[in-house]
């Protein structure tokens, strides 16, 4: 079983940066897939667990590898900075947003603008300014649909001048906590998705859950991977 520590070492092995020390490996299979791709994509999806991926997999055909992964927490945060650090929360020591500003581990994304690879993160506003990147975009939405739409629109404009790019997507775990349809939540996504899809050329794409819904016993999320 993979680990979500497992990502951030397998996209330093893809972009071929330089990672200190991490709790978790690459995954060599995506590496293979994904290291002749020009560009790499990050889209972190919240609240998608393995359980609902496998419930409305139709909408993520996306003729690709899935790989489950152990997750390490049921919040957002710690688990955000897990996928992006490759470290377990009690060794990166986030576990609320303010804690960023404290903790000592770098990101691979701000790895990767520091050894010279064009890098941008798209987020919500208080996590995004956080980030010392080529390009950060901070989204300031309350409603999921329209920011998950701006961050889109943000990640595809971003695309085309980074080799890196790192974005967070909310739709799925907002519509939870409303007791909205997960269906339309999913279809909403997916359309998102798609146009993401369409508009990258020689690109990675790494779709990965940060925790599954509240109310599921599984912590198992899933880790999409395929090259345009």
């Given amino acids: 079983m993979y680990s979500l520590t497992d990502v951030a070492p397998t996209i330093a092995s893809i972009l071929h940066v330089s990672l200190p020390k991490t709790d978790g490996v690459p995954i060599p299979a995506i590496v293979r897939d994904l290291e002749d791709c020009n560009k ?11 359980s609902l991926y496998e419930t409305y997999k ?20 710690p688990a ?3 996928i992006l650090t490759g470290l377990y929360p ?4 986030v576990f609320e947003t303010r804690h ?10 701000e790895l990767a603008s520091m050894q010279g690879i064009v890098s941008a993160v798209i987020m919500e506003k208080n996590g995004a300014k956080s980030f010392r990147v080529d390009r950060v975009v901070e989204v300031e939405e309350e409603d999921a649909v329209r920011y998950d739409y701006q ?5 595809i404009e971003a695309e085309q001048k980074s080799v890196f790019t790192v974005a967070h997507f909310r739709i799925l775990d907002r519509y939870y906590h409303d007791n909205k349809s997960t269906e339309e939540a999913v279809e909403i996504l997916a359309m998102n998705l798609k146009d993401i899809t369409i508009s ?29």
Avoid: Q, R
């Fill in 80 to 82: 955000i900075a897990t």
């Fill in 100 to 109: 960023v500003y404290t903790s000592d581990p770098i990101s691979v994304v």
């Fill in 151 to 155: 961050v889109k629109d943000a990640l």
């Fill in 200 to 228: 990258s050329k020689n690109t990675g794409i790494m779709i990965c859950g940060d925790h599954p819904p509240h109310n599921e016993k599984n912590n198992i999320v899933p880790l999409i991977t395929f090259c345009l």
């Fill in 40 to 50: 790499l994509v990050l889209i972190i999806v919240d609240g998608l667990g393995m």
């Fill in 58 to 77: 139709l909408y993520f055909n996306f003729n690709g590898m899935v790989l489950g992964c152990k997750g390490v927490s049921m919040h957002t945060t």
């Fill in 90 to 93: 009690h060794n990166h020591g």
